[in-house]
């Protein structure tokens, strides 16, 4: 149902209205860079003119005003030494100043008069404890609070960030928050999800921001992260990490597999990293990595894939060699490059690329005798593309990138279709009396493709048009190719002799239909000022997104197959380009020099993920749809049609520091959410009806941040950060609707908890350090129970109010020491890991409905609870050690 060559008009506008804005010259690409600006006076408070400020490492600087103001633009996050000087005047320098991506660091200076030439001043910088420049919630870490964090890759480091839950920012849905790398997307259009596992030591720094974000980001609505990767360094440099580690856990918890000890081989990693100069003004960025991981949960090779077991009989026949083998695992290989060249004056080109493949099989407590008959999981994703940065003048630059970001996904146990082993082993077959059920024979015959491939272009362009306003004006193609289906469908069926056969289906419409492929279109332009003054800061945006399906839907949805004799036919009609406008404001004014409050306002929308709308999007299947038919065989029909979903977020805050080491921040936020993806009820001519997806979802967010920061706290640096929030809806994803009345139940709409709702939770971390000697870090999250559905006894309408109870609160602690060692005439770290510090065995998992509890249920013997109550995969990881070392740093 893919339409090509359609609405040229539309298209081809919008790419040449967005390519032209992107290459014209003068524009910005946000997400790398960032700005330095202050004042320089002299001992009596007076501006002096003329000063010559430097950023160090780097071929840039800027000189004073008559006001004794100065800005020094696109310079590359990260840490530098910033100098001042003038005839007549000490040369000041100070060190460890951090420029963040997208951001303005504020940095006055003090000259001394000197009549003849004296020791320069040099002086340390440090970052206040709370920023009172920003406009709305975000976090900026930079790469050496991230070595101190116990994590180990871009998606532990977000969820340690206040408002985060499981992946839900604030309240919002999973997958509503835009990933980026160098400001740039990595986000796949299937589901909207983060295509790349970034490791740590490839990241310079990361910007987490959980409320109202800037016009020059979107399809998103709860949240932004961007990374920002590391460059290659002008003198040579390498780095490695080795480390092994595995579970140790107690084994007297009767919920968990037999513990067999601390095996160091169940987590294995090494890394290998290095940089340096490539030629005359060019230098690179290498990394590589090999993790390999052994779950927790141990089957047993008791039964092979091919087993002919007496089933009808009750009798077992295992073939097996009884090995211990783990349930899951992984085999990944993940690197990095980048070459960046500055040889033509004014321009900077760099590459870079980023890659993951791996291989791994996930745990299904079923197979635990039979393992080999589980799928395997292959994925393999990369990014790449070409960047362009040009230096206008001291005031304004622009900058181009191109872009690849593929992306695929399988999912089967053999690769081939017709693999004579799927004959051999059959389908997964139990004796329900033998292990609980356990399956004893046969493969999983299921079978899943998805593969995006998207090629993006994305510029923009940066002016400082006076001394108070920046402006940014910014635009996005992005090209999505989507596919995703059985890659051929697997049955079993019974001839009249009684004999059962295995059929095999490449493309036998409409119930076997090949992948399907998907070739949407994504544009947006944006515009934005950022205002900055002394007292006031104001940022405020416009930006305009677009959205083209690029298929069809039934021209009448009462006739959806067109299948009705003697009712209006229904023909396959082209979905509609979809437009949308978003204001943004934030405002940030201090009230003295030492807090300020802020305000921030914005619309956001997101369009749907491909895999959302289109799943189950082909209408044929329904030419024999009934009025006797029920209303679950068809599921809820796709629907590439739909609007976008659309948040509009209020967020205020009042920041406060204390004094130079502490700081007190306090942010006020409500979400309203509408045209979330839902689904509503289609009659049809002959008195049947069916689901299909439409805006018809909706909640709300109210919460509020408690954040404290505290450096030198005794040898430790302290924050905190506590939230509570409700987050409330009429439904949790969007066939929900349809699978209550599918059951029988109330499918009216009506507020209750998400099922990510969580009112409290608190997330502290601590670092203690000595430099050049050792660091030890600790996060802890403690958090309330999410919601479940209580149920007082089995059977029909036996639960209770949807999401009316809650589950046990949950602590969760982890912990980094590293020690310095000279050896070998290298300084090499020593560190240990440990994740789940006190073991905690459930932190918001699957609860038995009739007690609220993981651990019991009032009907042990009831239907799937024995399995149940034996399976170690609805638990939380046991603790996990790891102990390792690292040498050098890029």
């Known amino acids: 149902m893919v339409a090509g060559g359609r609405r040229g008009r539309w298209a081809v506008a919008l790419a040449a209205g967005l390519l032209g804005l992107a290459m014209a010259p003068g524009a910005l690409l946000a997400g790398t860079t960032g700005k330095l600006a202050g004042t320089v006076l002299d001992q009596d408070g007076k501006p002096v003119v003329a000063v010559t400020v430097i950023v160090g490492g780097l071929n840039k600087g800027a000189y004073t005003d008559t006001l004794g103001a100065y800005a020094i633009q696109n310079i590359p996050a990260g840490t530098y030494a910033i100098s001042a000087s003038r005839l007549g005047y000490r040369k000041t320098t100070v060190q460890d100043v951090i420029i963040s991506a997208d951001r303005t660091t504020d940095l006055d200076l003090t000259l001394q008069e000197a009549a003849v030439e004296m020791k320069e001043v040099v002086v340390t910088a440090e970052r206040p404890p709370v920023d009172l420049n920003k406009t709305s919630s975000e976090v900026t870490i930079t790469s050496k609070e991230i070595e101190s964090l116990p994590v180990q890759n871009l998606d532990q480091v977000v969820e340690l960030q206040a408002g985060v839950v499981d992946g839900h920012f604030r309240g919002g849905r999973q997958n509503e928050v835009q990933y980026q790398v160098d400001g740039v997307t990595v986000n796949n259009a299937f589901d909207n999800k983060s295509s790349l596992t970034l490791d740590r030591s490839i990241l310079e720094e990361v910007q987490v921001i959980s409320g109202t974000f800037d016009a020059e980001y979107g399809q998103a609505m709860s949240g932004v992260v961007n990374a920002v990767l590391k460059e290659g360094t002008r003198d040579f440099r390498w780095g490695g990490e080795l480390y092994l580690g595995g579970y140790l856990y107690r084994s007297n918890q009767t919920f968990r597999v037999h513990n067999p000890g601390l095996d160091p081989s169940d987590v294995q990693s090494y890394r290998l990293s290095?940089?340096?100069?490539?030629?005359?003004?060019?230098?690179?960025?290498?990394?590589?990595?090999?993790?390999?991981?052994?779950?927790?949960?141990?089957?047993?090779?008791?039964?092979?894939?091919?087993?002919?077991?007496?089933?009808?009989?009750?009798?077992?026949?295992?073939?097996?060699?009884?090995?211990e083998v783990p349930l899951a695992f992984s085999r990944e290989w993940s690197g990095a490059a980048k070459l960046t060249n500055t040889a033509i004056p004014g321009v900077k080109l760099s590459y870079q690329a980023i890659m993951n493949d791996t291989r791994a099989r996930r745990a299904n407590w079923a197979f635990r005798l039979n393992p080999d008959g589980l799928n395997r999981q292959k994925t393999f994703s990369i990014t790449h593309g070409l960047d362009w940065t040009q230096t206008l003048s001291s005031d304004s630059?622009?900058?181009?990138?191109?872009?690849?970001?593929?992306?695929?996904?399988?999912?089967?146990?053999?690769?081939?279709?017709?693999?004579?082993?799927?004959?051999?082993?059959?389908?997964?077959?139990?004796?329900?009396?033998?292990?609980?059920?356990?399956?004893?024979?046969?493969?999983?015959?299921?079978?899943?493709?998805?593969?995006?491939?998207?090629?993006?272009?994305?510029?923009?362009?940066?002016?400082?048009?006076?001394?108070?306003?920046?402006?940014?004006?910014?635009?996005?193609?992005?090209l999505p190719k989507v596919t995703f289906g059985s890659p051929g469908y697997l049955a079993y069926t019974t001839d009249d002799m009684g004999v059962v056969h295995l059929l095999r289906f490449v493309n036998n419409p409409p119930s076997y239909v090949r992948p399907p492929t998907y070739h949407p279109l994504i544009g947006a332009v944006y515009a934005q000022d950022q205002a900055e003054w002394k007292d006031l800061k104001i940022r405020a945006g416009l930006r305009l997104e677009y959205f083209d399906s690029r298929s069809t839907v039934p021209s009448d949805l009462a006739n959806p197959a067109n299948a009705i004799q003697g009712v209006p036919e229904s023909m396959p009609v082209s979905t509609t380009a979809k437009v949308n406008f978003a204001p943004r404001l934030g405002v940030a004014y201090p009230i003295e020099d030492k807090a300020a409050i802020h305000f921030a306002y914005g619309h956001f929308y997101q369009y749907p993920s491909i895999g959302q709308i289109f799943t189950n999007a082909d209408y044929r299947v329904l030419a024999n749809l009934q009025a006797s038919t029920p209303l679950n065989q068809y599921g809820a029909m796709?629907?590439?049609?739909?609007?976008?979903?659309?948040?509009?977020?209020?967020?205020?805050?009042?920041?406060?520091?204390?004094?130079?080491?502490?700081?007190?921040?306090?942010?006020?936020?409500?979400?309203?959410?509408?045209?979330?993806?839902?689904?509503?009820?289609?009659?049809?001519?002959?008195?049947?009806?069916?689901?299909?997806?439409?805006?018809?979802?909706?909640?709300?967010?109210?919460?509020?941040?408690?954040?404290?920061?505290?450096?030198?706290?005794?040898?430790?640096?302290?924050?905190?950060?506590?939230?509570?929030?409700?987050?409330?809806?009429?439904?949790?994803?969007?066939?929900?609707?349809?699978?209550?009345?599918?059951?029988?139940?109330?499918?009216?709409?009506?507020?209750?908890?998400?099922n990510w709702d969580q009112r409290h939770s608190l997330k502290i971390s601590a670092t203690l350090s000595q430099p050049n000697d050792y660091t030890a870090g600790v996060s802890l999250r403690l958090a309330s129970g999410q919601p479940y559905t209580p149920e007082l006894d089995t059977g029909f309408g036996a639960d209770l109010t949807p999401n009316s109870g809650r589950k046990p609160a949950?602590?969760?602690?982890?912990?980094?020491?590293?020690?310095?060692?000279?050896?070998?005439?290298?300084?090499?770290?020593?560190?240990?890991?440990?994740?789940?510090?006190?073991?905690?065995?459930?932190?918001?998992?699957a609860v038995f409905s009739d007690t609220g509890s993981p651990y019991y249920t009032r009907q042990p013997d009831s239907g799937a609870n024995p399995t149940l109550l034996t399976d170690p995969t609805r638990f939380y990881p046991p603790r996990r050690v790891e102990f390792g070392f690292s040498v050098g740093a890029l």
Do not use: C
Not at 397 to 417: A, G, P
Not at 638 to 661: C, I, R
Not at 713 to 738: F, H, I, M
Not at 815 to 828: H, M, Q
């Open 274 to 323: 290095m940089s340096g100069p490539a030629g005359p003004k060019t230098t690179f960025l290498l990394s590589g990595r090999r993790y390999v991981f052994d779950d927790y949960i141990r089957g047993v090779r008791r039964f092979t894939p091919t087993d002919s077991s007496k089933i009808a009989d009750g009798i077992p026949v295992p073939t097996g060699d009884g090995k």
């Open 397 to 478: 630059y622009f900058e181009v990138s191109l872009r690849q970001n593929y992306f695929k996904y399988t999912d089967y146990r053999y690769e081939d279709l017709f693999d004579p082993r799927y004959d051999a082993a059959g389908p997964p077959d139990e004796i329900p009396t033998y292990e609980d059920g356990a399956i004893i024979q046969g493969v999983d015959l299921s079978r899943y493709l998805q593969e995006t491939n998207t090629f993006l272009v994305k510029g923009s362009l940066v002016s400082q048009v006076n001394v108070a306003n920046q402006v940014k004006a910014g635009a996005e193609i992005q």
């Open 638 to 754: 796709g629907n590439p049609d739909v609007k976008a979903e659309k948040t509009v977020q209020y967020e205020f805050g009042y920041k406060h520091n204390v004094t130079q080491d502490l700081g007190v921040e306090v942010t006020a936020f409500y979400k309203d959410i509408r045209d979330l993806l839902g689904v509503e009820l289609i009659n049809t001519y002959n008195d049947a009806q069916y689901f299909r997806l439409a805006n018809a979802d909706f909640g709300n967010v109210l919460g509020f941040t408690l954040s404290l920061s505290h450096r030198h706290l005794g040898p430790a640096d302290v924050t905190l950060d506590y939230t509570w929030q409700r987050a409330q809806g009429n439904a949790s994803n969007p066939r929900e609707t349809a699978s209550r009345a599918e059951a029988g139940e109330d499918a009216r709409p009506r507020v209750f908890p998400f």
């Open 810 to 845: 949950g602590l969760l602690v982890d912990l980094r020491a590293e020690k310095s060692v000279a050896a070998f005439g290298r300084d090499i770290r020593v560190f240990t890991r440990v994740f789940n510090l006190f073991d905690t065995s459930f932190l918001n998992g």
